[in-house]
């Protein structure tokens, strides 16, 4: 229809240059319609004494704008309208047809593969119709492009797309030849996450347009994909950690599908985690957290996965693969108590059982005296708490009770604050009748370690009544923050395990946190005997490390008033206290963007570098030992980062898919600083298998930003004629004219009409 109007197609009026090519000045042409415009009016204006009294107000103007329309439309056409284009010379020119040969186009839909389909399109006239005007050049296009003789070299195998990388070679690599246009016939899947801006400025450089026709469903009707797993990258021997997966689905809303969770390490699955969940609404993400344990130590590559439903159509985007490197080096915790009570009692006994987890610990019995327990020398703590970082920086964790802030030094103070941020260290506060707001804390210079902001005033701890008064208690439930969290899931299933903490017997005191900082996470909440909700344990990251409250001492009723055989006591304070030191890092911290390298083995590996007072140590000489599938080994010297002290960084590229072990160690002055091992693994052949539909977004902003157009393989027939309007390649400046538009004479009658239709209604013919 365009061209039917405008007889030439969209491309020559988006390329090309209006112009009035009569003899006469522009500048008598806007005389000439003024000119008309007030000599009708003045023709009208005369007219109106004699004219009937409904040719008044409104309908004057009606006529006298259709009128001087008329008018200038043919004073227009006088000075003879056209548009100048630039225009490929037949046959002096390239036209480079990519065709994507990647296995998304395998993808069957209708009984035809979408590469079936792409070849089809071109041998029905398309590719006849270009050569009869320019040179054709064929190139099947993956991770790169590469020319082919016909069509028949296509086999949709290549297990990565990246258009953009690709486009950008092929401009670069024909350079020297007159590329008039690019084709590209692909379903959009671009693996590297879109298109490039340096790739865009290398084909605008050359004014190369990139027509793009797409191929595939742009939605599924029944599909079910994994989107994300958010795991963390490494954990304790023996710890419980949580998967958070993402997931959408089409076609079976309200559906139950089965996610799973199976350690695939040694090559046989085994199954650790497995729930049945409802799916959610069509096409809207949907989160699901599980909880397993990861079991002993070394790297542990893991399968999760979902359903398959009946009637899906690509089962192959409902699995995806994890990698956590499982420490078995144990943590030790730092415990001081301001006097002896039960809650440090049950905590250390609830710890026992923790190979992975060592107290030792501090418990004032009187005003000079301490009790020491779990000590691993007799000299260990015989001062009391450290005064020296090489002292206290041998822990992982601290642990505050009911003690008061005039216990510590203004030195100690700073250790402290200093084990938090410097270190990177954990810390958690418990409530006491010394502790918090009624031990002074908020009165120091550590109050912006602390994920609240503590009461000003003293008399903040509160203790329960008497059990047998039959008063109201104070209880625990479950705040928002914590349904997903591992350090307060008791039971597997969300719903069952916010009932449970609504069922855990009375605390036996409780004191009030204050206020949470804007950062922090609340993960439980408390209800006090007047019916005031108070944060109950409270979490933050700062600096390098991270800090809690526990605003209670009393949660030793937990056990001591649950039945026989209840873990939940014990199963809080265990992943509460492995939270606190499992990412507590060591003198050499090693990491990677991201464990799972998909399809591309590049990789940049990062070490944070502390000496033994946990100081950068931006002079340290730092190696990755990099150990591969097949006898791959690799010594790579990692380089500061600039602006950094402290942080090194190496690029390295993984040459084949498995997975791989890198041992990154640090020295100074020949004496070894520390060391840190991390794994990732690199696999081939995942990322085409999602996002399968086509993805016309992509498609579309390559072809407007380069000046091409977006083309449904139906509407290809107009190709050839679309195409030669193009400033690359070898061009030729042409004039087309616009007096002879049928638009132009429809345009002419509509007008004409208009006028006398009006004045026949209005009786005025």
Do not use: C
């Not at 923050?481 to 039971?491: E, K, Q």
């Not at 949660?555 to 001591?560: K, P, T």
């Amino acid at each position: 229809m365009f061209e039917f109007l405008f007889k030439y197609p969209r491309s020559v009026y988006s390329r090309g240059q209006f112009a009035l090519l009569g003899a006469g000045p522009k500048w008598m042409l806007v005389l000439l319609i003024v000119a008309a415009a007030l000599g009708l009016g003045w023709l009208i204006r005369s007219r109106l004494a004699q004219a009937a009294p409904v040719m008044r107000g409104w309908r004057v103007w009606v006529i006298w704008s259709l009128q001087t329309l008329l008018a200038a439309l043919l004073l227009v056409l006088l000075w003879q309208p056209a548009i100048t284009v630039a225009e490929l010379k037949p046959q002096q020119n390239i036209i480079a047809l990519l065709v994507d040969d990647s296995r998304s186009m395998a993808i069957s839909e209708g009984g035809v593969s979408r590469e079936a389909q792409a070849v089809a399109t071109l041998q029905n006239g398309v590719l006849a119709n270009l050569n009869g005007s320019f040179q054709t050049r064929l190139y099947r296009v993956d991770a790169v492009p590469a020319r082919i003789e016909n069509l028949n070299n296509l086999q949709p195998a290549a297990p990565s797309t990246r258009l953009g990388d690709s486009l950008k070679q092929l401009s670069e690599e024909t350079s020297d030849l007159p590329i008039g246009a690019v084709v590209l016939l692909s379903d959009g899947d671009d693996n590297t996450g879109g298109i490039s801006a340096d790739a865009i400025s290398a084909l605008r450089a050359r004014h190369i347009p990139v027509h793009t026709v797409g191929f595939g469903r742009e939605r599924a009707e029944h599909d079910v994909e994994l989107d994300d797993v958010v795991l963390a990258p490494r954990a304790l021997a023996d710890s419980r950690i949580a998967a958070k997966i993402t997931l959408h689905q089409r076609g079976y809303a309200t559906a139950k599908i089965n996610l799973t969770i199976r350690d695939v390490t040694t090559g046989q699955a085994k199954m650790v985690a497995s729930r049945i969940i409802a799916l959610g609404p069509e096409g809207n993400l949907q989160t699901e957290t599980l909880m397993f344990d990861i079991g002993g130590a070394g790297a542990r590559t893991l399968q999760i996965a979902a359903g398959p439903l009946p009637g899906e159509e690509n089962t192959a985007n409902n699995t995806l693969t994890r990698v956590v490197n499982v420490g078995a080096e144990p943590r030790r915790i730092l415990y001081i108590e301001g006097e002896p009570r039960w809650e440090f009692k049950f905590i250390r006994q609830a710890e026992e059982d923790d190979r992975m987890v060592n107290i030792a610990s501090i418990v004032r019995t009187s005003e000079n005296k301490i009790y020491r327990q779990g000590i691993s020398d007799p000299k260990e703590l015989a001062g009391g708490f450290p005064s020296r970082a090489e002292d206290l920086f041998v822990y992982q964790g601290l642990i505050f009770g009911s003690v008061e802030a005039g216990y510590f030094t203004p030195a100690q103070q700073e250790l402290i604050h200093q084990f938090v941020d410097r270190r990177g260290g954990g810390l958690l506060l418990l409530g006491g009748q010394f502790a918090l707001a009624d031990g002074g804390w908020n009165a120091t210079n550590l109050t912006d370690l602390f994920p609240t902001t503590l009461p000003t005033q003293a008399g903040t701890f509160h203790r329960e009544a008497d059990p047998k008064s039959g008063t109201t208690h104070t209880t625990a439930e479950l705040a928002k923050a914590g349904m997903d969290s591992i350090i307060t899931r008791l039971v597997d299933d969300p719903a069952a395990n916010a009932a449970k903490w609504k069922q855990l017997p009375y605390l036996m005191d409780y004191e009030d946190p204050g206020t949470p900082k804007p950062g922090a996470a609340v993960l439980a909440n408390m209800i006090t005997p007047e019916g005031r909700t108070l944060p109950l344990l409270i979490t933050e990251n700062f600096g390098r490390g991270r800090t809690a409250i526990m605003a209670t001492g009393g949660s030793w009723r937990w056990q001591m008033s649950s039945p026989l055989g209840d873990t939940a006591h014990d199963l809080f304070w265990q992943q509460l206290v492995r939270w606190l030191v499992s990412d507590t890092p060591g003198h050499v911290a090693a990491s990677v963007p991201a464990q799972m390298l998909l399809d591309n083995g590049a990789i940049t590996i990062t070490a944070d570098v502390r000496d033994q007072q946990y100081n950068p140590a931006p002079d340290a000489k730092v190696e990755a030992h990099i150990l591969g599938p097949s006898g791959v080994s690799a010594l790579v010297e990692m380089t500061p980062v600039p602006d950094n002290p402290g942080q090194f960084q190496a690029a390295w590229s993984a040459p084949k898919s498995g997975a791989y072990l890198t041992e990154v160690t640090a020295q100074r002055s020949g004496q070894e600083l520390g060391r840190d091992v991390l794994t990732f693994q690199r696999m081939d052949g995942v990322v085409e298998n999602f996002h399968t539909e086509q993805n016309r977004d992509l498609l579309e902003r390559l072809a407007s930003q380069t000046g091409g157009q977006y083309w449904k393989p139906a509407d290809l027939g107009k190709l050839a004629g679309s195409i030669p309007f193009s400033e690359a390649g070898i061009t030729v400046r042409e004039t087309k004219d616009l007096w002879d538009l049928p638009l132009v004479f429809l345009v002419l009658l509509l007008l004409r009409f208009s006028e006398w239709w009006l004045r026949r209604k209005w009786g005025i013919v």
